[in-house]
């Protein structure tokens, strides 16, 4: 898999190719960049759209770019009004994919705006997880998800990946993900893909004002929910998705787990070493052993159970070079108030990558000796 960080400089609130700067500080090999505007970050044409999916996430807990120039309202030197909070996610540009930025709504503003904030991109290749792009066929705005557009061949549409809402039992915006039949790469061989032993993480997938949350079922199903930024409640919006299982020991990943609110790891979901403390409301501390902000990609997916405050949370989250771990917040939709997910309720799910990756050869020490493992690795179909 291909993974990275991406810093964005604003240097007007113009929508040029020259009204940003961007960089990536922290990318595995293959991970770069084709240019883009403001809050559009185009990925390297090798992370095909036909080939793999791409998760976004945010990794600034707000960002205030009134002194650079603004955007509001895709005016340049119109202010937002401070510090605002904003969302990803993911489209189709060309043969490649992109990653779209929208500022989240507050008390005084609905939100939508193109936004400029760091990011975080993960590509992973249809060879090794389960994964895919849903979307409606026509390109109708708010019509049925009928098309897998890009995804692992295995997958079946109405299957594997269904769209819940049809004309006689409308449920816009959820999208039941059941993979309990196929299997998920781990270091010691192939598993079935369940909620019950691994995370579903979820991205919005349209250049469109949306963000995407997950909910793991009791029956080893998952629930994609697509929310508008500016949208208060469980009210969920009819609009694409991106989404990708990865199994708890997955070869690629050095931590992993979904949350729950007073920040244990729900059992056989989590792998890796870590550490996650419950900080004040609607933050958590996650330490991952030997690891920092400079060493690999942390990905995070917001988890909206029916039961808690999440079905309309936003999720972010930002390095604390002080303290050496990542703050993770969440915060309550419109008025972006911090908030907790609720008592015995799964916040959120996360990933972290390394680089260089830990998953072709890795170094073991048994009895003071040095021996070669090949971790084993399926191929996903």
Not at 39 to 53: E, H, K, P, R, V
Not at 66 to 83: C, E, T
Not at 183 to 195: D, K, M, Y
Request: net charge negative.
């Amino acid at each position: 898999m291909i993974h990275g960080q991406i810093n964005v400089v604003q240097n007007d609130g113009g929508n040029l190719a020259t009204s940003i700067s961007l960089s990536t500080p922290v990318a595995s090999p293959g991970f770069g960049l084709n240019g883009g505007n403001r809050g559009d970050y185009n990925l390297s044409l090798n992370m095909t759209y036909a080939d793999g999916i791409v998760m976004s996430h945010v990794r600034q807990n707000g960002r205030d770019n009134d002194a650079v120039g603004g955007g509001l309202g895709g005016a340049d030197g119109a202010p937002f009004g401070g510090i605002r909070f904003a969302s990803t996610a993911v489209d189709r540009v060309g043969a490649g994919w992109f990653v779209p930025v929208f500022n989240s709504s507050n008390a005084t503003d609905a939100g939508g705006d193109e936004f400029n904030i760091n990011v975080a991109a993960a590509y992973f290749p249809y060879t090794e997880y389960l994964g895919g792009h849903l979307r409606n066929a026509a390109g109708t705005n708010g019509g049925p998800n009928d098309q897998l557009a890009s995804a692992t061949s295995s997958l079946v549409l109405g299957t594997h990946v269904v769209d819940l809402s049809t004309a006689t039992t409308p449920a816009p915006g959820q999208t039941l993900i059941d993979f309990r039949t196929l299997n998920a790469n781990t270091r010691s061989g192939p598993i079935l893909a369940s909620s019950a032993s691994g995370i579903l993480l979820a991205t919005g997938g349209k250049n469109e004002d949306n963000y995407a949350m997950t909910r793991a079922n009791a029956d080893g199903t998952f629930t994609v929910l697509s929310h508008d930024n500016g949208a208060n409640g469980a009210s969920f919006e009819q609009d694409y998705v991106a989404f990708v299982y990865v199994a708890a020991d997955d070869p690629n990943v050095v931590a992993m787990g979904r949350v729950l609110n007073d920040g244990t790891a729900v059992a056989g979901t989590s792998s890796g070493a870590y550490s996650i403390t419950k900080g004040p409301t609607g933050i958590w501390y996650l330490t991952v052993n030997g690891h920092s902000d400079a060493t690999g990609t942390l990905m995070i997916t917001a988890n909206a159970e029916a039961a808690g405050n999440t079905p309309d949370n936003l999720l972010t989250y930002e390095w604390d070079p002080i303290n050496s771990r990542f703050e993770i917040q969440t915060r309550d939709l419109p008025g972006v108030g911090l908030q907790d997910a609720g008592t015995g309720v799964a916040a959120f799910s996360f990933a972290f990558f390394a680089v260089p990756e830990p998953t072709a050869l890795g170094l073991i020490v048994p009895a003071g000796l040095l021996a070669l493992r090949r971790h084993r690795r399926c191929k996903i179909e």
